[in-house]
């Protein structure tokens, strides 16, 4: 599985690389770390005429706190970078917990937290090599009429596993989105679409540039739990992201919970806020908002794993997640 053709470009400025994208369109891939869309190259799922390689762009990797804008982290900071930084384990800790569990080290040397938040959906009938595709009649996501999970199924299923997103959306993150002429700033649950097909609302033009987070450092502790087969390498089969706030009593101030691996898209549980904020962090509300989760839930059969397994973990992760994430308050 060779890589097809390309022309690697390498812009030395965030405007001169913007320029790129605009010229080229559909045309042209950003590659950052390269770890998810070299293999996807590979496996002719994309075939860009241009590469635009992000690396000789200093700008683009910082991370920066302070107590009035909060946390900012350039798209290209490196997963590593974020595991060691002082103030990402001092402020932030469920930030360096999580990018500590994408896959493994030497994909967390190269990866970048602009490329994890980009990632595509993913499924069994999608990720193979062409040879294997070719073999059956094209899916959704490949451009064809018909879904290989879910029969009879109207859309792609393909399922969004991104393990850094679930924390990042329940720590509120807004992302800037930047291409030639403008800028944007969303917040980062709105880049996702929820379409298994096409799952996130950039333009072919548009880069991420920068993660936000708009709160204190003090006011919230966190944890991530991740499913997978082997613990040293792979994507998450379901992740809960939990984040509370106690503001120094025993009430629960914000609470945000986030699952991924088990829908099209990242998942808030809405039901978080509404049962835990005001209140205490009982064992009776804990299982509440765990049965929200498992309700929310939408695993299907293309990841590996039984979908039903899985959401019934949904419900056991989602108890370690907030317990984990109050005692450490
Ligand atoms: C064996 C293996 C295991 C893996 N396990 C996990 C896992 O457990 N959890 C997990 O989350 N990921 C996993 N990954 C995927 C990947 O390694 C990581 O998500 C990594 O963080 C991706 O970052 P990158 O910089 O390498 O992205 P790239 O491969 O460079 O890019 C990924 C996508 O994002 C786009 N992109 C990159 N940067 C930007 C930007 N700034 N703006 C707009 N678009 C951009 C690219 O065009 C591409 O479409 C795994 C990959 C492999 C090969």
């Not at 932030?92 to 999580?98: D, E, N, V």
């Not at 493994?104 to 294997?132: D, E, H, I, K, V």
């Not at 094209?138 to 009879?152: A, E, F, I, P, S």
């Not at 379409?195 to 502790?221: C, T």
Request: glycine share 10%; with cysteine.
């Amino acid at each position: 599985m060779g890589l097809p053709k390309f022309e690697h470009l390498q812009p030395e400025s965030l405007d001169e690389a913007l320029g790129v994208l605009s010229e080229h369109g559909e045309q042209a891939k950003i590659i950052a770390g390269g770890t998810e869309l070299l293999v996807s190259m590979k496996q002719g799922l994309l075939t860009p005429n241009y590469l635009v390689n992000l690396k000789a762009i200093p700008e683009l990797s910082f991370i920066a706190y302070d107590e009035e804008r909060g946390l900012r982290i350039g798209a290209l900071t490196k997963l590593t970078t974020l595991t060691s930084s002082q103030v990402i384990q001092d402020g932030f800790s469920i930030l360096a917990q999580t990018a500590n569990l994408v896959a493994a080290p030497p994909l967390q040397n190269m990866g970048t937290l602009g490329g994890n938040l980009c990632l595509n959906t993913r499924c069994f009938y999608y990720n193979q090599s062409q040879f294997w595709r070719q073999a059956r009649p094209r899916c959704y996501k490949t451009g064809g009429d018909l879904c290989h999970v879910v029969k009879g199924g109207n859309r792609c299923f393909a399922t969004y596993q991104g393990d850094m997103a679930p924390a990042l959306i329940a720590l509120e993150a807004t992302v800037k989105i930047a291409k030639r002429g403008g800028e944007r700033v969303i917040p980062l649950a709105d880049l996702y679409t929820g379409k298994g097909k096409r799952p996130l609302a950039l333009k072919a033009n548009e880069m991420l540039v920068e993660v936000q987070v708009p709160m204190s450092a003090s006011a919230w502790s966190g944890e991530y739990q991740k499913l997978r087969y082997r613990g040293a390498m792979d994507f998450p089969l379901a992740g809960v992201a939990a984040v509370v706030g106690r503001d120094g009593s025993e009430t629960c101030s914000k609470a945000g919970v986030v699952l991924t691996a088990v829908g099209t898209g990242p998942i808030l549980v809405e039901e978080a806020s509404v049962l835990l904020e005001g209140q205490g962090v009982t064992d009776e509300r804990v299982a509440q908002v765990a049965s929200a989760a498992h309700e929310v839930a939408r695993p299907v059969d293309n990841i590996g794993s039984d979908p039903s397994y899985r959401r019934k973990m949904v419900r056991v992760l989602t108890k370690r997640a907030l317990v984990n994430a109050w005692e450490r308050e």
